[in-house]
């Protein structure tokens, strides 16, 4: 992949643009990514020669968009091997394919008394809807957690398991920490019991194969905009006799079979979850993301961001005072890190004046943050797209910053 990324990089126009008079180096990945051109012209393209609502036309562009649709779902089924399209729910993203769950899986299935299970490590995405769904239900959260090197302590996974326990909800890969966490053998726990297990991908799907069948997971969820696609856009898969079971999220058109005022009924899956006019062209758009990772190849663009990120552990561990936050063996290209007396958000502020685009605060993870007693962190994430270069300049731009601001 190294050798390709000269090319690789000319598909994004961005990362040939200037940020305060430098070239921009964008280690903002886990954020959101940037668009390949494919992407961008896909969106133009459509809303200039194939727009219209979908589903519900008898004429000419009605089905050619409702067609691309379709074959989107298609495209991202492969994309995470689903069994079936009937399995693929489009939403607006990761927050709102695990708030659909928390409350279409909380309505079915969840009484007072009952048990859900998240990690100490969760995106805050993955914590509030099930403690709305808790408080709606009188249900209980009960939380897995995790040592200081941020991996989770799975032994204890076990014990907190019981008879009420109903689903468990757990990250592929932490946006805080890095760390890929151990989901098979999270689900193998969890089905001995026969508790349904909900994996957030959003920072997973974009770097790792994923399989849902050989995960054997309940749902997956991921988000459209984190994986070079458009804003708005997500892809949420559930095994197809739960959905079946669940319960509406949302009310409107195209989720009904049938309306009455004394009866309605729903529509077969996945429109049963998707009311009213979708983000179809972003969806459409999003399949072209995942048609071009897939070109480039999902096993080595986790290759070489692994490369990417033990080059950038190596070289920011040099730096006195600097402490990386998360350092679990098994680790995606996220860099978490403190350093002594210097304030997350000074040196982000200063970086941005040198092109450098890193996150700083508590990346929605506030527990995280209280596990290691600290306000924030800064946050390095990287892409395929980045290159050891980059890697170079900001380490080196890092130090000044922290030259100037000691
Ligand atoms: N979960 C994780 C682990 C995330 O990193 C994020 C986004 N930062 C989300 C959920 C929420 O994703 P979105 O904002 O795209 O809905």
Redo the contacts with the bound molecule.
Sequence with gaps: MKEQIDKIRTDFPILGTQVNKKPLVYFDN??TTQKPQIVIDTITEYYSKYNANIHRGVHFLSNFATEATEKAREVARKFINADAVEEIVFTS????SVNLVAFSFGETFIEKDDEIIVSEME?H??IVPWQMLCQRKGAILRVLPFNDAGELEIAKLPELINSKTKIISV?H???ALGTINPIREIIKIAHKSNIPVFI?G??AAQHITVDVKELDCDFYAF?G??AYGPTGT?VLYGKKNILEKMTPYKGGGEMIAKVSFEKTTYNSLPFKFEAGTPNYIDTIALAKALDYITDLGLDKIYKYETELLEYATTELKKIDKLKIIGEANHKSSVISFIIDDIHPSDAGTLLDQMGIAIRTGTH?AEPVMQHFGISGTMRVSFAFYNTFEEIDYFVKSLCYVISILT
């Excluded at 993203?93 to 709102?96: H, L, M, Q």
């Design positions: 886990a954020a993203g990761t927050t709102e995106h995405s993955n990250a890969v932490s946006n957030d959003a920072q988000s905009h984190k997500g929605c």
